[in-house]
């Protein structure tokens, strides 16, 4: 038996609407923020959400480094990998492990250095 349901993944960030905004491009969506305390949430259709958290220290993930952890990344699952990647480009994602084109998965970092696969596994 499970002793807790996964409510919520949360990304530190810089900007969180900034952020949102770039997976609500992806993902689709609702992005609603919380002035208060700088806290976003995008709710995507389904149920899921994904959170966003200012944090001013932050510094992205190195990659590729083997010496350094990434710590976590998201696998989104597209259909068509060439035109994801062209909108997620379009979005401000930047290619980190794109140049095998025979593989079925990619590796592009978010605008907050987040390492995020689209894979058409």
């Known amino acids: 038996m499970a002793i807790a349901k996964l409510g919520q993944v949360v990304l530190d960030c810089p900007d969180p609407r900034a ?6 491009g992806i993902l689709g969506g609702t992005v609603e923020e919380d002035s208060e305390d700088g806290w976003v949430d995008l709710n995507i ?24 952890s990434q710590q976590f ?19 401000g994602a930047r290619p980190l492990e794109t140049e095998d084109r025979a593989r079925t998965w990619r590796v592009y970092a978010d605008p907050a250095g987040h390492p995020f696969c689209l894979c058409a596994c």
């Open 19 to 24: 952020l949102a905004d770039f997976y609500a």
């Open 73 to 91: 990344h998201l696998d989104l699952t597209v259909e068509d990998l060439d035109a994801a990647e062209k909108d997620v480009l379009a979005l």
């Open 45 to 68: 259709p389904g149920g899921q959400s994904l959170g966003f958290q200012k944090a001013p220290g932050h510094v992205p993930p190195k990659w590729p480094a083997p010496g350094d």
